[in-house]
T-cell receptor
Framework: SAVISQKPSRDICQRGTSLTIQCQVD?????MFWYRQQPGQSLTLIAT?????????ESGFVIDKFPISRPNLTFSTLTVSNMSPEDSSIYLC??????????FGQGTRLTVV | KQEVTQIPAALSVPEGENLVLNCSFT??????LQWFRQDPGKGLTSLLL?????REQTSGRLNASLDKSSGRSTLYIAASQPGDSATYLC???????????????FGKGTLLTVNP
């Protein structure tokens, strides 16, 4: 298994501001994944964070809007920049373990007003 | 492009009932399939993982089956309890070109309510 600590668990933010979400894993991993889950929708992969290199973003997501840091093998941050109400979602970080089993953090419930 | 569909979108059952949740996917070239549980506003809890070579996996009252050729998986919950109320998500993983990065594709989930 994997223990993933994600914070904050929830936040209410003013439009135009930025929020940084932190994700800490209990052991070293090569890749960490960031997902967005919009209300009533399924999970969509935002980007893959690799230690020592730039994150790889999925179609429709850009670094200016969702900058990611990966300073070491157990930690990553996702920033949601210049927020608008459309950014209101649950943001989740994830890692893979042996056999391709995915584990997720507790999620960050973001509301932009 | 892989698409994952879950039926029904919502299900309400009385306590004690056995139930089946369905998941279908369009591309049968998968590496594995995973079932998750999500409580409102929370993260995902892994329930069962089925590798592409396997037919089913069991954990307690849960049993998941996989028919890769037909692109289908089912999650069977026996003797349902109010604590089982949550959204159940299935996700399939396939290999992205290069073999070093596997991506998950999720369904929209089934919202299960078990009434006492």
């Amino acid at each position: 298994s994997a223990v993933i600590s994600q914070k904050p668990s929830r936040d209410i933010c003013q439009r135009g501001t930025s929020l940084t979400i932190q994700c800490q894993v209990d052991s070293q991993v090569t890749m960490m994944f960031w997902y967005r889950q919009q209300p009533g929708q399924s999970l969509t992969l935002i980007a893959t964070a690799n230690q020592g290199s730039e994150a790889t973003y999925e179609s429709g997501f850009v670094i200016d809007k969702f900058p990611i840091s990966r300073p070491n093998l157990t930690f990553s941050t996702l920033t949601v920049s210049n927020m608008s109400p459309e950014d209101s979602s649950i943001y989740l970080c994830s890692v893979d373990r042996q056999g391709g089993r995915a584990f997720f953090g507790q999620g960050t419930r973001l509301t932009v007003v | 492009k892989q698409e994952v569909t879950q039926i029904p979108a919502a299900l309400s059952v009385p306590e004690g009932e056995n139930l089946v949740l369905n998941c279908s996917f369009t591309d049968s070239a998968i590496y594995n399939l995973q079932w998750f549980r999500q409580d409102p506003g929370k993260g995902l809890t892994s329930l069962l993982l089925i590798q592409s070579s396997q037919r089913e996996q069991t954990s307690g009252r849960l049993n998941a089956s996989l028919d890769k050729s037909s692109g289908r998986s089912t999650l069977y919950i026996a003797a349902s309890q109010p604590g089982d109320s949550a959204t159940y998500l299935c996700a399939v993983r396939r290999e992205v070109s290069g073999g070093s990065n596997y991506k998950l594709t999720f369904g929209k989930g089934t919202l299960l309510t078990v009434n006492p």
